[in-house]
């Protein structure tokens, strides 16, 4: 028999701007450029891509092709996704150096 499998919205889980904060702080911590991508998406969806966009001073298609899979965002482009998302980067120490 095979394994029946339920669609995921990580989105439908992202309820509170804590929540939001948590998701992408952990998606940083793991440094995947891809995840990083999908998770500002992810949540930019969840916000409203339209608004998003607006908010950073982006048009709705360029907000959407920056952040698909062949998306490569600009630094600039996440900055200005996370500003209108309430968020702000920052730096720590790493625990360990990197190799």
Do not use: C, W
Not at 12 to 23: F, G, K, N, S
Not at 65 to 84: D, M
């Amino acid at each position: 028999m095979p394994l029946e499998t339920l669609p995921h919205d990580t989105a439908e889980h992202l309820r509170t701007d804590e929540d939001v904060a948590l998701y992408i702080e952990a998606v940083l911590e793991d440094g995947d450029p891809a995840l990083i991508r999908d998770a500002i998406g992810i949540v930019a969806r969840a916000r409203g891509m339209s608004q998003i966009a607006r908010e950073a001073g982006l048009s709705r298609e360029s907000l959407y092709k920056a952040l698909s899979q062949t998306g490569n965002p600009s630094f600039e482009t996440v900055r200005a996704v996370l500003q209108a998302l309430g968020l702000q980067l920052s730096v720590k120490r790493a625990d360990k150096p990197a190799a």
